[in-house]
């Protein structure tokens, strides 16, 4: 599997504490801990408590920053450089997965989004690895063909990478389509879980 460089990790982890910094820190009623791991494909930040994982991006994904203040100051929350029993479980189950262990995760996720965006989301965890779907055919569970572009705009807000496999949906041509992470990381996501498959049979 190729493997992604972060060398730029530091500066970036800067810009997200200059915008978590801009979050007023009064009547904050939920501390959340971030982490940074390593992964194959990158390292990868995380957002937790002890009760759910609200947030997992790879670090160098566009707009990562704005995200994140986004998702703190909805939940009212001030965020800690630290893990939590969640992050621990996510981590391990994503080096599970990078293992060819696991394919599949069992984690306390909070998705934090529209009706929509949810209905989007829950089709997307039953997209198995080794398969992909189209937009199109994402729409046609939803039960309306004109959604194609809100589907890609909720692919495009879900914060639980990997784990919502978004990058298992691509365009109708077999075209890989966007990934906020990068489409080189979506095509070696993609590649590796394919070859996983095969492994199996």
Not at 65 to 88: C, M, P, R
């Amino acid at each position: 599997m190729r493997q992604f460089e972060d060398d730029n990790t530091a500066e970036i982890l800067n810009v997200i504490w200059e915008e978590i910094n801009k979050v007023s820190m009064q009547e904050h009623s939920n501390e959340l801990k971030l982490n940074v791991f390593s992964t194959p494909l990158g390292k990868m930040l995380s957002l937790s408590d002890e009760r759910y994982l609200y947030l997992l991006e790879f670090v160098d994904k566009r707009g990562l920053d704005k995200e994140i203040k986004k998702l703190i100051q909805h939940l009212t929350a001030t965020v800690v450089l630290g893990s939590s029993n969640v992050a621990s479980e996510a981590q391990k189950q994503l080096q599970e997965y990078f293992s060819r262990q696991r394919t599949t995760f069992s984690l306390p996720l909070f998705k934090e989004g529209t009706a929509f965006q949810k209905k989007v989301w829950t089709i997307l965890e039953t997209i198995p690895v080794g398969r992909t779907l189209s937009y199109q055919e994402v729409v046609a569970e939803l039960g309306n063909i004109e959604l194609v572009r809100a589907v890609g705009n909720a692919n495009g807000a879900n914060k639980l990478a990997v784990v919502i496999p978004c990058h298992r949906v691509i365009r109708a041509n077999g075209k890989l389509g966007g990934y906020a992470g990068g489409s080189e990381r979506k095509a070696a996501l993609l590649q590796f879980e394919l070859a996983n498959v095969e492994n199996t049979i």
